[in-house]
């Protein structure tokens, strides 16, 4: 049942960034909306031509199925689509997790098995030479990984940007000294000259705009997180999270909210990763366990994140993004005609 504080806040934020739940469908599928999506099925049954489509064009007849209608099923093809065109991976491992849990807790695992066959054949996952989708470091040559890194440090530091090893590229090197295997980004904090929430995000689209100019790495704003991302020659994304200190307390988007201290960040310390040293925060054990709870020293690859208290939390910073974000990109738009 909804209750007064849920409705609130799901009004309070731009749709972007309110909780997101796996669909469940309130109503039935209509036979009209079944062929619909078996017509995606018959599309799909073909990798290599389903691949052929655009995204629009594949989704096209699950977007004729009504909302009300729109299930765990529903939820199955649209991640089918998304492995297919190899888009939005951090999306597919969240829904692809909440799908497995679903149909186990109903009792049915053999349809998640089901499912899991389907993503299997999306991604060309017995085809050796088929390009990793989700790029985890268990199969990827973490000093390579770490070399380019550093490269990426280096010129974020002759740009004027301070970053440190952060969420859980910080906890691989805390607990094992290089990147952890299933993990498939590299997270930094960035370090900004801000003292309250407007200046943080002016200064996180600035710090955008400068290093879109210079850097030689490709790099991209986010409008589903306030967050920096930049791809490194060996394909692997580096998350650039917004970090500042407000009255001698510590913000960094999205798990620290002045639970912790200036001088549990600074002085930053050097941190080896694969050999490799890299800035870390002066206390990363504290950081830590602010970031994954009291047990971050066990390994878990199941852990999820609460984003809900996150958004929740980090409210007026989101809004701030929002509004920032969507001016950034008409001008960008209006620059181009």
Request: charged share 30%; net charge positive; proline share 6%.
């Amino acid at each position: 049942m909804k209750t007064k504080c849920d409705c609130l806040w799901n009004c309070s934020l731009p749709r972007l960034y309110r909780p997101r739940k796996l669909r469940v469908n309130t109503r039935p599928l209509s036979p009209k909306s079944w062929a619909h999506m078996q017509t995606f099925d018959a599309w799909t049954r073909n990798p290599e031509a389903a691949r052929s489509f655009d995204l629009k064009e594949l989704r096209r007849p699950l977007q004729r199925v009504p909302h009300a209608e729109r299930g765990v099923e529903w939820t199955e093809r649209v991640v089918i689509a998304y492995c297919l065109k190899r888009v939005r991976s951090a999306r597919v491992r969240s829904l692809r997790k909440d799908i497995i849990r679903y149909w186990e807790e109903q009792g049915l695992p053999e349809k998640a098995e089901d499912f899991l066959d389907r993503v299997d054949i999306a991604l060309d996952f017995k085809n050796p030479h088929a390009k990793n989708y989700f790029i985890q470091f268990a199969a990827q040559d973490k000093s390579k990984t770490a070399n380019e890194l550093l490269k990426l440090v280096s010129e974020l530091h002759d740009e004027g940007q301070q970053v440190f090893i952060n969420s859980g590229t910080l906890l691989g090197a805390v607990r094992e000294g290089s990147f952890i295997g299933h993990d498939d980004d590299i997270d930094l904090g960035l370090i900004l000259n801000a003292a309250n929430v407007q200046d943080a995000v002016n200064e996180f689209i600035s710090v955008y705009k400068l290093l879109a100019s210079k850097l030689e790495f490709e790099i991209k704003t986010s409008f589903n997180s306030p967050v920096l991302k930049i791809t490194l020659p060996s394909d692997v994304v580096v998350d650039l999270f917004p970090t500042w200190i407000m009255n001698d307390k510590l913000f960094i988007w999205p798990h620290t909210f002045g639970e912790l201290d200036k001088a549990d960040l600074f002085p930053l310390k050097a941190m080896a990763l694969n050999g490799v040293e890299f800035p870390a925060p002066a206390k990363p054990e504290k950081m830590l366990a602010l970031n994954y709870g009291q047990g971050w020293e066990k390994p878990d690859a199941d852990f999820v994140f609460p984003w809900r208290e996150a958004r929740s939390r980090f409210r007026s910073f989101l809004r701030t993004y929002w509004w920032a974000v969507r001016r950034l990109a008409l001008s960008k738009l209006f620059e181009r005609r």
